[in-house]
């Protein structure tokens, strides 16, 4: 039943992108008049990290956007898509954002493939596994350039361009700042996303090479939560009752809201140190309460934004960005939350 649903799934994503760019083909669009990148603005609390070259296309140019929508994460991600498209419209661009409810790396191939068929200019996609590097190549040898956001691939030779944090790096930080906190003593469980996706993958190991360096820190348990707010929920409170002497969990996807929730309804949240990544809406009151003591932030709307522009600028003038762009991020705690994003509050 599960692989018929995905298949359906798949089969109205392809429709939904073949039918775009058959329709961006198929007529010629009338155009507002382009506003310069100069007088461009960015929303509110937002920094744009590329800005698109003054340029009309001649010919209506199609970049298909596919992007992980299981969690906050995506809708903040989105957002950045969604401002691209808009900004871009008037340069006779069409981005066609698709909203993928998985993590199946055949659902993935599939929309690639769709994509290259299709047509589109250029690909925009979510890093999900190494085993889209066959299709990547696949688009790279069809002239259609690729660039991936979020987890970085092994294989670097087949996709043009890269933006994010860096997984390992990421869970090093904030498995740094958890034994920190720890005061490096005590028992620690991990709450992964997947563990068949390799951003998620690249946190977690990133954590545990700062964990397991300390005798005093003991890794009790590492589970699934399949990247979801009710799935951290239920693991956290697992994880509260199976070991009662917990002093820490670390959240490498999505969820933490979850987590914090359950801490909350233990009554464990002063002697449990939660720590996680991104600074969402959804989030924010934990971190200023002191729920979760700290969290990495990564720019999720610069890395559903930036890749697209900066696709549109290789399209116009053939000069490429950066192989990789990363996104240090910034560590966020009760302490500073408001000054960094007072947006939220």
């Known amino acids: 039943m599960k692989r018929i649903i995905v298949l359906v799934i798949t089969i109205v994503m ?37 800005l698109p070259v003054d340029q009309v296309s001649e010919r209506p140019l199609r970049i298909a956007a596919l992007m992980m929508q299981t969690n906050p994460f995506g809708v903040a991600l989105l957002e950045g898509q969604r401002f691209a498209q808009q900004i871009l419209a008037d340069r006779n661009v069409l981005v066609s954002t698709v909203a993928v409810p998985g993590w199946d790396v055949v659902q993935w191939t ?42 970085q691939l092994n294989e670097p030779r087949f996709h043009l361009a890269w933006y994010g944090q860096g997984g390992f790096d990421g869970g090093r930080q904030v498995g740094q700042r958890l034994a920190s906190l720890l ?43 399949h990247d979801t707010i009710e799935g951290a929920f239920a693991r956290t409170q697992e994880f509260i009752s199976a070991f009662p002497n917990l002093r820490g969990i670390y959240v490498t996807a999505g969820g933490p809201s979850g987590a914090a929730r359950a801490l909350l309804e233990a009554g464990a949240q002063d002697r449990i140190i939660l720590v996680c990544h991104d600074v969402l ?65």
């Open 14 to 50: 392809v429709m939904s992108l073949v039918g775009t760019a058959f329709a961006a083909g198929g007529r010629a669009r009338e155009l507002a008049p382009m506003t310069p990148a100069a007088q461009i603005q960015a929303p509110p609390g937002k920094t744009l990290l590329s």
């Open 110 to 151: 599939t929309l690639i493939d769709s994509s290259i068929a299709a047509g589109y200019d250029a690909i925009v996609t979510f890093g999900v596994s190494n085993a889209l590097d066959p299709v990547i190549r696949r688009a790279r040898d069809a002239g259609i350039p690729v660039f991936l956001f979020n987890s």
């Open 281 to 345: 809406p959804e989030v924010a009151g934990y971190i200023d309460r002191g729920i979760i003591r700290a969290a990495l932030d990564q720019d999720p709307f610069n890395q559903g934004y930036q890749p697209i522009v900066d696709a549109f600028n290789y399209l116009m003038t053939g000069v490429r960005p950066p192989a990789e762009t990363f996104y240090e991020g910034a560590m966020v705690t009760p302490a500073n939350i408001r000054q960094l994003f007072p947006g939220l509050f």
């Open 183 to 225: 005061n490096y003593q005590g028992q620690v469980a991990i709450i992964t996303g997947e563990f068949t996706s390799i951003g998620h993958e690249q946190r977690r190991l990133g954590a545990l090479s700062v964990l397991e360096r300390h005798p005093g820190i003991t890794v009790v348990g590492q589970v699934e939560n």
